[in-house]
């Protein structure tokens, strides 16, 4: 093949077995894009794709879909992402639709008997570990080995502070759910193995394995690289035996020391608290009682 298709907010070059998306960093491009920086999805992890006119006046959009199971992303998103923000889809002038048709009958002929079959393994790559993203109720991150919440004070449940602050190794877990921030109930959480009935979860808020969103708080372009990312461990990890044969649930033993936070988280959440000082949303004796509890942490 050797094409490229230079559109509105990206470009797409065309290999013999693989297509690289690179995302342009325009002031007017997607957020998501400037995170995703480039993708390379091979043909294999392609169900189909097709041109149809674009919704602004001179323009076609050519939009490739993924087999189901293909891209952590796609696969965390679950059709929540706004159609702009979608990262298979490119704006062409219209002029260079007649190129964009010759791909697209190429690429028919190199899609394989298995298109329409969903993928039994991820094909294309998630966003790299480590990531982090603050939500309305704690920090996340994750190193590519652990999922951390650390629960901000004025924002976390009677119910999150009282359980502590939360790890979750990969191999605790069997899946992501993710609920845009641009929708009501907007959240975070952390599907542990074991768990099969959605009535076994308590409301986001009061759940110790889910983050809340809410405004300003875990926007797409931070939080949904970070849930793909996760969903792209737990895909490949094998079940841990000790999880599945321990008698005392499916959470792993506690450590038998106690693991003391990182200064960087310290003072992250001493700024979360500096914010709702200067916002007048606490006054001088709490912000000064909260902020020596976190110093005697150190």
């Known amino acids: 093949?050797?094409?490229?298709?230079?559109?509105?907010?990206?470009?797409?070059?065309?290999?013999?077995?693989?297509?690289?998306?690179?995302?342009?960093?325009?002031?007017?491009?997607?957020?998501?894009?400037?995170?995703?920086?480039?993708?390379?999805?091979?043909?294999?992890?392609?169900?189909?794709?097709?041109?149809?006119?674009?919704?602004?006046?001179?323009?076609?959009?050519?939009?490739?879909?993924?087999?189901?199971?293909?891209?952590?992303?796609?696969?965390?998103?679950?059709?929540?992402?706004?159609?702009t923000s979608d990262p298979y889809r490119l704006v062409l002038p219209a002029e260079r639709e007649p190129l964009a048709a010759a791909w697209i009958s190429e690429l028919a002929s190199v899609l394989g008997p298995r298109a329409d079959e969903p993928a039994d393994r991820h094909l294309v790559a998630a966003p790299a570990a480590p990531l982090q993203f603050k939500a309305y109720d704690g920090k996340v991150s994750f190193?590519?080995?652990?999922?951390?919440?650390?629960?901000?004070?004025?924002?976390?449940?009677?119910?999150?502070?009282?359980?502590g602050d939360q790890s979750f190794a990969v191999g605790e877990l069997q899946g992501v759910e993710w609920r845009s921030p641009e929708v009501m109930g907007g959240h975070l959480r952390l599907v542990r193995r074991g768990e099969t009935d959605d009535r076994e979860h308590p409301e986001a808020d009061q759940d110790p394995a889910a983050v809340v969103f809410g405004l300003g708080y875990g926007l797409v372009h931070e939080s949904l690289p970070l849930a793909a990312s996760v969903l792209e461990a737990v895909r490949a990890a094998e079940p841990a035996p000790a999880l599945e044969t321990a008698a005392s649930g499916p959470r792993a033993a506690a450590p038998s020391a106690p693991v003391r936070p990182a200064p960087a988280d310290i003072a992250d959440r001493i700024r979360h608290l500096g914010e709702l000082h200067e916002a007048g949303l606490l006054t001088d004796d709490e912000f000064s009682t909260k902020k020596a509890e976190l110093l005697a942490e150190l």
């Open 1 to 83: 093949m050797g094409d490229v298709l230079a559109g509105i907010n990206s470009s797409w070059e065309f290999d013999t077995d693989s297509v690289l998306i690179r995302f342009e960093r325009g002031i007017r491009t997607p957020k998501l894009f400037h995170v995703l920086g480039e993708r390379r999805v091979p043909y294999e992890a392609l169900r189909s794709v097709e041109l149809a006119p674009g919704t602004r006046r001179g323009t076609v959009v050519l939009r490739a879909e993924p087999r189901p199971g293909a891209d952590p992303l796609v696969e965390a998103a679950a059709g929540q992402l706004r159609e």
């Open 143 to 163: 190193d590519g080995r652990t999922v951390s919440f650390r629960w901000f004070w004025t924002g976390a449940s009677s119910a999150k502070w009282k359980a």
